[in-house]
């Protein structure tokens, strides 16, 4: 696997896919003055190792999904066979090993309350090795990783790339097409597939598939999204809080929020802390500067508490290992697959 920080030319390939996924070689090239191939061979050397890759998940619009963050205590010794055996799960999209007072924070996703209420009560609660969990629901999602950027390109490539992503955007379909999951799966090991490598891989009609595809992207159930290991990104550390807002405060926070350049994660979640915060940065010492820098840009806002993240065993369905590279594997979420050509 790649565990080696990414040299400058990675880095601006990487940033470049952050901000369309689906951009062509040739276009990419224009824009980064470099050649196709050399950029095709480069992002080829960084799959491979596991570096980064383009993963699909559940999001969207968020609104065609329940999102919820529990919190996993194990039972003394228990920790990796949960560990391996909530990875496997397709509704537990992300699985941390975190320091935060709990042993794991998983993020979990099913297509609506009930298929939520089943995972955490009835199977969660008992399995073998969990000792106990707490639950809280997303009842926003500010921010996801689709909008982490590296910050390695310049603003006349930031606003091409902008403009290549916006072309590929149609507008809003009522519902993905029929049979996409097998669509959604193609996509999920890689989320640059083309439309004729899809329609190979499926054995469905490349026309077909041209046609379906840009509706099934558009339909508000799935996103597209360039991911990276953090140490091959030099953002090994990533820390996650939970804070208290009054209601009223929340439009001014959230677009302080987004001003943040270490921003990864905010979502409004059910309970008293009600805010869930999550950044990635250089080292442990800039987890204060952020502290401090929060502090004083929102005075209102109430940092309850903090954990570091110490292991990702799962990222938005893709199985990482102990580097945080991705293995290869994907764990294909749940809820992605429509129910009877309705968005779930």
Excluded at 103 to 127: C, H, P, R, W, Y
Excluded at 218 to 241: D, F, H, K, M, Y
Aim: positive net charge; charged residues 20%; hydrophobic residues 45%.
């Amino acid at each position: 696997m790649h565990t080696d920080p990414l040299d400058e030319l990675d880095l601006r390939l990487v940033n470049a896919l952050q901000i369309a996924p689906r951009v062509s070689w040739s276009e990419a090239g224009r824009i980064l003055e470099v050649g196709a191939q050399v950029l095709a061979a480069r992002w080829e050397r960084l799959r491979a190792g596991g570096a980064a890759w383009v993963a699909v998940h559940p999001g969207g619009t968020y609104r065609h999904q329940v999102t919820a963050l529990v919190e996993v205590d194990c039972q003394a010794g228990a920790q990796s066979a949960v560990v391996a055996e909530l990875c496997a799960d397709p509704r537990v999209v992300t699985v941390e090993e975190s320091t935060q007072g709990y042993d794991l924070l998983l993020t979990v996703m099913t297509a609506d309350m009930t298929q939520m209420s089943k995972f955490v009560i009835n199977e969660l609660g008992t399995m073998a090795g969990v000792a106990g969990r707490r639950t809280y629901l997303a009842t926003a999602v500010h921010r996801d990783g689709s909008s982490w950027r590296l910050d390695a390109l310049n603003r006349s490539q930031v606003r091409a790339l902008e403009n290549v992503a916006r072309r590929s955007r149609i507008a809003s379909a009522a519902a993905p097409p029929p049979n996409a999951w097998p669509i959604i799966q193609a996509l999920s090991s890689d989320g640059r597939q083309t439309a004729a490598g899809i329609a190979a891989h499926i054995g469905r009609n490349p026309a077909t598939v041209r046609r379906q595809l840009p509706r099934l992207l558009a339909s508000g159930i799935l996103s597209i999204r360039c991911e990276v290991a953090q140490n091959a990104a030099r953002r090994p550390i990533s820390c996650t809080w939970r804070a208290r807002l009054r209601p009223v405060d929340q439009t001014r926070t959230i677009a302080t929020l987004h001003t943040l350049p270490n921003l990864r994660l905010c979502m409004s979640t059910t309970g008293e802390a009600n805010l869930l915060i999550t950044a990635w940065t250089v080292d442990l010492a800039r987890i204060l500067e952020i502290e401090q820098d929060l502090g004083a840009k929102m005075p209102w806002l109430e940092l309850r508490d903090s954990g570091i993240n110490l292991r990702t065993a799962k990222r938005v369905g893709w199985i990482l290992d102990q580097h945080g590279c991705a293995t290869g594997e994907v764990i294909t979420p749940v809820a992605l697959q429509p129910t009877g050509g309705i968005a779930p």
